[in-house]
């Protein structure tokens, strides 16, 4: 059996339903990050985060 790739920040498989479609992984050596990592890091490099409410 194959291993199938993860990614290395929330785990979720390339292809998996995300919340935002179909999750696509993105290769380095020896990680994988998914488009929703991606997504949600570029968000906050933008300054696009609001904290939570306490």
Same mark, same amino acid.
């Given at each position: ?5 993860? #990614?290395?920040? #929330? ?10 479609? =179909?999750? =696509? ?11 929703? #990592? ?7 490099? =933008? ?8």
């Amino acid at each position: 059996m194959r291993h199938k790739p993860k #990614c290395s920040f #929330c785990g979720k498989a390339q292809g998996e339903d995300g919340g935002r479609g =179909r999750v =696509r992984l993105v290769a380095g050596p020896g990680v994988y990050i998914c488009s929703e #990592c991606i997504s949600l890091a570029n968000e906050i490099l =933008r300054g696009d985060n609001s904290p939570a409410p306490a």
